[in-house]
Protein backbone atom coordinates (compact mmCIF):
# COMPACT_ATOMS: atom_id res chain seq x y z
CA UNK A 1 0.00 0.00 0.00
CA UNK A 2 1.37 3.39 -1.08
CA UNK A 3 2.20 5.76 1.46
CA UNK A 4 -0.15 9.72 2.22
CA UNK A 5 1.49 12.81 2.82
CA UNK A 6 -0.64 15.89 3.21
CA UNK A 7 1.23 18.90 2.53
CA UNK A 8 0.60 22.45 2.37
CA UNK A 9 0.09 23.83 -1.12
CA UNK A 10 1.74 27.44 -0.03
CA UNK A 11 3.73 26.27 3.01
CA UNK A 12 5.34 22.84 2.40
CA UNK A 13 6.21 21.14 5.67
CA UNK A 14 9.70 20.72 4.99
CA UNK A 15 9.68 17.25 7.21
CA UNK A 16 7.40 15.78 4.93
CA UNK A 17 9.29 17.25 1.92
CA UNK A 18 12.38 15.52 3.00
CA UNK A 19 10.44 12.35 3.91
CA UNK A 20 9.29 12.38 0.19
CA UNK A 21 12.54 12.91 -1.48
CA UNK A 22 13.72 9.96 0.51
CA UNK A 23 11.40 7.82 -0.67
CA UNK A 24 12.23 8.91 -4.59
CA UNK A 25 15.83 8.40 -4.17
CA UNK A 26 15.06 4.88 -2.43
CA UNK A 27 13.16 3.84 -6.22
CA UNK A 28 9.74 5.52 -4.93
CA UNK A 29 7.30 6.24 -7.97
CA UNK A 30 5.11 8.89 -6.31
CA UNK A 31 2.16 11.14 -7.30
CA UNK A 32 2.85 14.92 -6.62
CA UNK A 33 0.55 18.44 -7.30
CA UNK A 34 1.74 20.37 -10.13
CA UNK A 35 0.23 24.09 -11.22
CA UNK A 36 -1.40 22.27 -13.59
CA UNK A 37 -2.85 19.06 -12.52
CA UNK A 38 -1.35 16.25 -10.69
CA UNK A 39 1.65 14.27 -11.96
CA UNK A 40 3.64 10.83 -11.60
CA UNK A 41 7.51 11.50 -10.83
CA UNK A 42 10.48 9.28 -9.93
CA UNK A 43 14.37 9.96 -9.73
CA UNK A 44 15.32 10.35 -13.34
CA UNK A 45 18.13 6.69 -13.50
CA UNK A 46 15.07 5.11 -11.71
CA UNK A 47 14.53 2.21 -14.88
CA UNK A 48 12.05 0.11 -12.77
CA UNK A 49 9.70 3.59 -12.20
CA UNK A 50 9.60 4.64 -16.32
CA UNK A 51 8.53 1.37 -16.91
CA UNK A 52 6.19 1.78 -14.33
CA UNK A 53 4.72 5.05 -15.28
CA UNK A 54 5.05 3.09 -19.19
CA UNK A 55 2.71 0.89 -17.94
CA UNK A 56 0.06 2.93 -15.66
CA UNK A 57 -0.23 5.10 -18.62
CA UNK A 58 -0.15 3.02 -21.81
CA UNK A 59 2.82 5.05 -23.17
CA UNK A 60 5.08 3.88 -26.57
CA UNK A 61 8.14 4.79 -26.97
CA UNK A 62 7.57 8.01 -28.59
CA UNK A 63 6.13 9.29 -26.21
CA UNK A 64 7.86 12.51 -24.72
CA UNK A 65 8.34 12.34 -20.79
CA UNK A 66 9.36 15.73 -18.89
CA UNK A 67 12.04 16.64 -16.97
CA UNK A 68 10.16 18.91 -14.16
CA UNK A 69 13.36 21.55 -13.77
CA UNK A 70 13.39 23.81 -9.89
CA UNK A 71 14.47 26.64 -12.64
CA UNK A 72 16.24 27.35 -16.02
CA UNK A 73 19.83 27.13 -14.92
CA UNK A 74 18.95 23.08 -13.75
CA UNK A 75 16.71 22.95 -17.18
CA UNK A 76 20.11 24.30 -19.18
CA UNK A 77 22.12 21.07 -18.20
CA UNK A 78 19.90 18.65 -19.49
CA UNK A 79 18.87 20.69 -22.88
CA UNK A 80 20.43 22.55 -25.28
CA UNK A 81 18.96 26.03 -25.50
CA UNK A 82 20.18 28.98 -27.26
CA UNK A 83 19.83 32.91 -27.02
CA UNK A 84 16.67 32.59 -28.30
CA UNK A 85 14.49 29.97 -26.95
CA UNK A 86 16.25 31.14 -23.43
CA UNK A 87 14.43 34.42 -23.64
CA UNK A 88 11.23 32.33 -24.40
CA UNK A 89 12.05 30.19 -21.44
CA UNK A 90 12.55 32.57 -19.40
CA UNK A 91 9.51 34.82 -20.28
CA UNK A 92 7.26 31.85 -19.69
CA UNK A 93 8.77 30.01 -16.71
CA UNK A 94 7.47 28.97 -13.88
CA UNK A 95 4.46 28.21 -15.70
CA UNK A 96 2.40 26.03 -16.81
CA UNK A 97 3.97 25.26 -20.05
CA UNK A 98 6.12 22.07 -21.27
CA UNK A 99 8.88 22.84 -23.56
CA UNK A 100 10.37 20.14 -26.09
CA UNK A 101 13.85 20.70 -26.73
CA UNK A 102 17.48 18.97 -28.09
CA UNK A 103 18.41 17.09 -24.67
CA UNK A 104 21.94 16.86 -23.68
CA UNK A 105 23.88 13.81 -22.71
CA UNK A 106 23.15 14.29 -19.06
CA UNK A 107 19.45 13.22 -20.05
CA UNK A 108 19.76 9.06 -20.37
CA UNK A 109 18.79 7.85 -23.79
CA UNK A 110 16.23 5.56 -22.67
CA UNK A 111 14.08 8.88 -22.24
CA UNK A 112 14.62 10.42 -25.36
CA UNK A 113 12.32 10.62 -28.01
CA UNK A 114 13.85 7.45 -30.26
CA UNK A 115 14.01 9.61 -33.53
CA UNK A 116 14.07 13.41 -32.50
CA UNK A 117 16.98 13.37 -29.64
CA UNK A 118 14.25 15.51 -27.89
CA UNK A 119 12.79 15.81 -24.36
CA UNK A 120 10.33 17.45 -22.15
CA UNK A 121 11.12 19.83 -19.75
CA UNK A 122 9.30 22.31 -17.19
CA UNK A 123 9.78 24.44 -14.39
CA UNK A 124 6.52 24.01 -12.32
CA UNK A 125 4.65 27.33 -10.60
CA UNK A 126 3.68 25.02 -7.24
CA UNK A 127 5.12 25.24 -4.32
CA UNK A 128 5.48 21.92 -3.46
CA UNK A 129 6.79 20.58 -6.83
CA UNK A 130 9.81 23.47 -6.15
CA UNK A 131 9.79 22.13 -2.68
CA UNK A 132 10.73 18.59 -3.89
CA UNK A 133 12.78 19.65 -6.71
CA UNK A 134 15.00 21.74 -4.19
CA UNK A 135 15.18 18.86 -1.84
CA UNK A 136 16.43 16.37 -4.15
CA UNK A 137 19.29 18.35 -6.08
CA UNK A 138 18.13 17.29 -9.57
CA UNK A 139 15.24 17.08 -11.79
CA UNK A 140 12.26 14.64 -11.51
CA UNK A 141 11.17 12.30 -14.73
CA UNK A 142 7.50 13.17 -14.90
CA UNK A 143 4.37 12.88 -16.88
CA UNK A 144 1.01 13.86 -15.78
CA UNK A 145 -1.75 11.69 -14.14
CA UNK A 146 -4.14 10.65 -17.39
CA UNK A 147 -5.07 7.37 -17.07
CA UNK A 148 -6.12 5.76 -20.28
CA UNK A 149 -9.25 5.70 -21.72
CA UNK A 150 -10.22 9.47 -19.33
CA UNK A 151 -10.22 12.32 -20.69
CA UNK A 152 -9.41 14.35 -17.64
CA UNK A 153 -6.10 13.71 -15.29
CA UNK A 154 -7.23 12.35 -11.78
CA UNK A 155 -7.86 15.51 -9.33
CA UNK A 156 -8.81 13.85 -6.08
CA UNK A 157 -5.33 12.53 -4.36
CA UNK A 158 -7.86 10.33 -2.02
CA UNK A 159 -8.88 8.98 -5.17
CA UNK A 160 -5.51 8.64 -6.76
CA UNK A 161 -4.58 6.56 -4.23
CA UNK A 162 -7.23 4.33 -4.35
CA UNK A 163 -6.22 3.44 -7.83
CA UNK A 164 -2.82 3.57 -7.65
CA UNK A 165 -1.85 2.17 -3.93
CA UNK A 166 -0.44 -1.43 -5.44
CA UNK A 167 1.58 0.93 -8.71
CA UNK A 168 2.88 3.99 -6.71
CA UNK A 169 5.41 4.56 -3.10
CA UNK A 170 3.62 7.87 -2.05
CA UNK A 171 0.69 9.88 -3.17
CA UNK A 172 1.27 13.86 -2.03
CA UNK A 173 -2.11 15.45 -1.37
CA UNK A 174 -1.26 19.15 -2.62
CA UNK A 175 -5.02 20.71 -2.96
CA UNK A 176 -7.23 20.97 -6.20
CA UNK A 177 -4.27 21.18 -9.21
CA UNK A 178 -7.07 21.28 -11.98
CA UNK A 179 -8.19 19.54 -14.92
CA UNK A 180 -6.15 20.92 -17.85
CA UNK A 181 -2.13 19.60 -18.63
CA UNK A 182 0.63 21.87 -19.63
CA UNK A 183 0.70 23.46 -23.09
CA UNK A 184 3.64 22.03 -24.86
CA UNK A 185 6.25 24.21 -26.92
CA UNK A 186 8.26 22.65 -29.29
CA UNK A 187 11.39 24.58 -29.51
CA UNK A 188 13.55 22.50 -31.03
CA UNK A 189 13.41 24.08 -34.46
CA UNK A 190 13.58 26.96 -35.96
CA UNK A 191 10.44 28.51 -34.56
CA UNK A 192 8.28 27.60 -31.59
CA UNK A 193 5.09 25.13 -32.45
CA UNK A 194 2.11 24.67 -29.94
CA UNK A 195 1.87 20.62 -29.78
CA UNK A 196 -0.57 20.72 -27.68
CA UNK A 197 -2.56 23.67 -26.13
CA UNK A 198 -3.36 23.46 -22.50
CA UNK A 199 -3.46 25.67 -19.44
CA UNK A 200 -0.35 27.89 -20.41
CA UNK A 201 -1.55 30.72 -22.79
CA UNK A 202 0.27 30.47 -26.47
CA UNK A 203 0.43 34.14 -26.61
CA UNK A 204 3.40 34.17 -24.77
CA UNK A 205 5.43 33.13 -27.84
CA UNK A 206 3.17 34.93 -30.22
CA UNK A 207 0.81 32.20 -31.40
Known sequence: MSQFFSIHPENPQQRLVKQAVDIIRKGGLVVYPTDSCYALGCSLDNKDALERIRRIRQLDER????????????????ARVDNQAF?????????????????????????????????????????????????????????????????????????????????????????????????VVDLSGDAPTILRQGKGDAAVFGL
Request: proline share 8%.
Open 63 to 78: HHFTLACRDLSQLGNY
Open 87 to 183: RRLKAATPGNYTFILLATKEVPRRVWHPKKQTIGLRVPDHPVALALLEELGEPMLSSSLLLPGEEYPLTDAWEIRDRLERDVQLVIEGGYCGLEPTT
